[in-house]
């Protein structure tokens, strides 16, 4: 009996195993030790670390390694308060090459406040759609801290702006010299970077589109509120993992899941090449079209081609395809803007990210409410605490990426098997019983004869 209990334990043991933890881990440094809010800026060795496609393996935990409500946001929005969005005249301009570079002359009447009128585009000789738009947030009385545009719905556009800002008209001063503008529509579905952050307000704004087709300009809207602190790009060259014999197609691999939003090409010396770009999850799963094709080109010291824009996408896995045979060997230039994880400070201190875990994810706390309901308390100025992550990070559990055993399972099918065993077990007594039964009759022969 005392072994048939120890059976029947053993599945249920097997129930409370614990699960992985984390594969690394990086202390984090406060700001302010009583803010309540942060938020942390991932860099590359998080990147790194991070298993699952959506980055809900990176979370923070406190010193006794539980968890605290966290989520993901994009680079600059827990910085940012609710942005309020009003629409602005624009006037299209004459070509950019026909703009005096000291004044704009083809202003022809403003109110007294400084509100644009009328533009007249005078000297223009040809029909081509214009390629520079004059903005007049003159009336607006908070700073302007990105432009949206309104494109035509079935449009299909990849562009390049450059956005110059003025207090008179008179003295123009560069806010953004270069901005890609992306919109792809497929299968009813549209794909769309119409925002043009400016690090910088003005009264009026010139927008000069430097590159792709002609902008189907249907509105431009300013977004106005306090302005919001936005990581500096980076971006990584990645040399090739495998170059096809025939030096038509160059893989990489990625040691990183940065949601990866530019790409480019680095090539020695002068170059103009034709390229496709395509990335993959694994090797089980078929290549897509990314970027391309594109004319890559470099000539002399300063005369490149633009960087290719996608939209934002983690994956490991990515190949350059050209029409011809390259001689030299390209690298693979990806850009990304590093994203921020905000975190709610309970718990107890310190505090470190974790990242790196095929069991733990983390559960998104409604963060975005909590950021509405204390601008509304406090204004809309507040901002959460700078909270920063500490060197490369520590190893953590050398199994957190190993695929672990369902022990629920396997403890479900120890007890069906070890009932029916007892279940057969029993019937075998019992058969046993009866034929000892049936012997035991036999052995006393016939009963004796009455007569």
């Not at 007249?120 to 009385?141: F, G």
């Not at 990625?254 to 939003?261: A, E, I, S, T, Y």
Request: aromatic share 6%.
């Amino acid at each position: 009996m005392t072994s048939c209990k120890r059976w029947v334990v053993l599945p249920l043991l097997l129930l409370a195993m614990g699960a992985a933890g984390w594969l690394r881990q990086w202390p984090v440094s406060l700001s302010q030790p009583d803010a309540g809010a942060y938020r942390i800026e991932l860099t590359e060795a998080v990147y790194r670390s991070a298993h699952d496609a959506d980055l809900r393996d990176v979370a923070v935990i406190d010193a006794n390694d539980q968890p605290v409500p966290a989520m993901l946001f994009a680079a600059d929005t827990p910085a940012a308060g609710k942005a309020q969005q009003v629409g602005v005249p624009w006037f299209a301009l004459p070509d950019a090459a026909e703009l005096p570079s000291s004044e704009l002359r083809v202003i022809s009447e403003r109110a007294t406040d400084g509100r644009v009128l009328r533009v007249e585009t005078r000297d223009i000789t040809d029909a081509r759609a214009p390629q520079s738009w004059l903005v007049d947030a003159s009336a607006l009385r908070s700073p302007v801290r990105a432009l949206r545009l309104g494109l035509r719905t079935d449009a299909q556009v990849e562009a390049r702006l450059r956005v110059e800002g003025s207090d008179d008209l008179m003295d123009w001063r560069v806010l953004t010299g270069d901005v890609g503008i992306l919109q792809v529509t497929r299968d009813g579905q549209t794909l769309g970077q119409t925002r043009v952050p400016l690090p910088q307000s003005a009264l009026y704004l010139r927008m000069t589109q430097t590159g792709g087709e002609p902008l189907p300009l249907t509105a431009v809207n300013a977004e106005i509120g306090p302005a919001a602190p936005v990581a500096a790009r980076q971006s990584r060259d990645y040399a090739p993992s495998e170059v096809a014999k025939d030096r038509r197609s160059f893989e990489f691999s990625v040691d990183g899941l940065q949601p990866f939003d530019q790409a480019d090409v680095v090539l020695p010396g002068n170059s103009a090449v034709s390229w496709r770009l395509e990335s993959r999850d694994s090797a089980e799963t078929p290549w897509q079209l990314r970027a391309g094709p594109w004319a890559q080109y470099r000539i002399g010291d300063g005369q490149n081609s633009r960087p290719q824009l996608l939209a934002p996408i983690r994956q490991r896995q990515w190949r350059l395809v050209s029409d011809v045979a390259v001689a030299e060997t390209p690298k693979l230039r990806l850009s990304w803007q590093p994203e921020v994880l905000m975190f709610v400070a309970s718990g107890n201190a310190p505090y470190r990210v974790v990242a790196g875990s095929v069991q733990h994810q983390r559960q998104d706390a409604p963060l975005g409410d909590l950021l509405a309901g204390i601008r509304a308390n406090r204004g809309a100025d507040w901002q959460p605490a700078i909270a920063t992550i500490q060197g490369e990070g520590e190893a953590g559990d050398p199994d957190a990426l190993r695929v672990p055993h369902d022990w629920k399972n396997y403890a479900l099918w120890g007890v069906l098997l070890l009932a029916a065993l007892l279940v057969i077990g029993f019937a075998v007594s019992l058969l046993r019983g009866r034929g000892d039964a049936s012997r035991a009759d036999e052995d006393q022969g016939p009963p004796p004869d009455a007569g």
